[in-house]
């Protein structure tokens, strides 16, 4: 997946933002290029969990600028950038769009990796910038 700079700055940008708690979005793109991150509000608001609140809006918008849904983003503020449990499970509603994390573990270097999570299986997709 290719993702501009100012997108991927954009994602730990949020991330940033709301620590301690995670934070999360969605992610629009054509093909293999990111085109658009949509900020959401985390509906449980806390530093071990997520949910998008009110998705409708946000995928509206993709859908309306001739983008689809390529990734769900979140931050995880203490541990890697790696699928927890707890996102493994909810993957199983999503299985399609990928899963960008982008950890704060060290917050002066933050890690973002995107993976595909289908059937509980966690595979790695490289992640590039230009």
């Known amino acids: 997946m290719l993702i501009p700079r100012e997108l991927l700055d954009e994602i730990v940008a949020h991330s940033r933002e709301d620590a301690p708690n995670e934070c999360c979005g969605l992610v629009g793109g054509r093909g293999e290029r990111v085109t658009s991150v949509h900020r959401a509000e985390n509906l449980y608001p806390s530093p071990l969990r997520f949910e998008v609140a009110n998705p409708v809006p ?8 001739g983008e689809d849904l390529v990734a769900i983003y979140h931050s995880h503020t203490r541990s890697p950038a790696y699928p927890s449990q707890t996102d493994v499970n909810m993957a199983r509603g999503w299985p399609d769009p990928l899963w960008v994390i982008c950890s704060l573990e060290d ?24």
Do not use: G, H
Not at 107 to 127: G, N, Y
């Open 107 to 130: 917050p002066e270097a933050p890690s973002v990796r995107a993976f595909s999570i289908r059937d509980d299986v966690v595979t790695e997709v490289e992640l590039s910038s230009d």
């Open 58 to 65: 946000l995928l509206r918008a993709i859908e309306e600028a």
